[in-house]
C-alpha cells in the first residue's frame, strides 16, 4: 500500500522523519511551522506520529473534498 511505502521502519507509523520525507518528495520543503500545522491535523492522537486510520481519514477526506 501507499502508506507501506512511507514507513520505512515498517512500525505501522509515520514518524516526523518520515514525514518530511514525504513532503519532500511529493511537494518539496515544508517550513518546520507548516509541518506542525500538518500534524496537528493529522495526527488525532498528538503522539507525533500518524498511523495507518489517521493516514487513511486523512486523506479519505482530502479526497472527498475535491470530488
Do not use: P, Y
Amino acid at each position: 500500500s501507499c502508506f507501506d511505502t512511507f514507513d520505512k521502519t515498517n512500525d505501522g507509523t509515520l514518524d516526523l522523519k518520515e514525514i518530511k520525507n514525504i513532503v519532500k518528495t511529493v511537494t518539496g520543503n515544508w517550513s518546520r511551522e507548516e509541518i506542525d500545522l500538518f500534524m496537528q491535523n493529522v495526527d488525532k492522537d498528538n503522539d507525533w506520529c500518524i498511523d495507518f486510520d489517521e493516514f487513511i481519514f486523512h486523506f479519505a477526506s482530502n479526497l472527498q473534498s475535491h470530488i
